[in-house]
C-alpha cells in the first residue's frame, strides 16, 4: 500500500518560515520523481517544487529563491523549506510521487499552510 505523509504545516507570520516533510512508504523512492504543489480555495492546484529522480530541482517562479526542495532517499522523505512567506503562500500543500518511467503517480492528503499578514 502506498502512502505519502505529509507534515509540518501550520500558521506562521508573513516573513517566517516552515519546513514541509512527505514520507513515502509502499515504493521504490529514488525511482520517482517527488513534488509538492498547492491549491488555494478557489484556485487550480498548482506546481511548487520537484526533486527528480536524478537529482535535479525545479521551481514556479514564484517560489524561486524562497524555497527549497530537497529529498532523502535513504529515509524515503522529501522536505518543502520554505521561508520569505508570504500570505499569498497560503494553501494546502500536497505531496506527490510520479515513477520516472511508468504511468504511476501517487498524492498526499495534504497539510496546511496559512500565513498571516
Known amino acids: 500500500q502506498v502512502q505519502l505523509v505529509e507534515s509540518g504545516g501550520g500558521l506562521v507570520q508573513a516573513g517566517g518560515s516552515l519546513r514541509l516533510s512527505c514520507a513515502a512508504s509502499?515504493?521504490?523512492?529514488?525511482?520517482?520523481?517527488m513534488g509538492w504543489f498547492r491549491q488555494a480555495p478557489g484556485k487550480q492546484r498548482e506546481l511548487v517544487a520537484v526533486?527528480?529522480?536524478?537529482?535535479?530541482?525545479n521551481y514556479a517562479d514564484f517560489v524561486k529563491g524562497r524555497f527549497t526542495i530537497s529529498r532523502d532517499n535513504a529515509r524515503n522523505t522529501v522536505y518543502l523549506q520554505m521561508n520569505s512567506l508570504k500570505p499569498e503562500d497560503s494553501a494546502v500543500y500536497y505531496c506527490?510521487?510520479?515513477?520516472?518511467?511508468?504511468?504511476?503517480?501517487?498524492w498526499g492528503q495534504g497539510t496546511q499552510v496559512t500565513v498571516s499578514s
Open positions: 506527490n510521487a510520479r515513477h520516472v518511467w511508468r504511468e504511476l503517480d501517487y
Open positions: 509502499g515504493i521504490a523512492f529514488s525511482i520517482y520523481n
Open positions: 526533486s527528480t529522480s536524478g537529482g535535479r530541482t
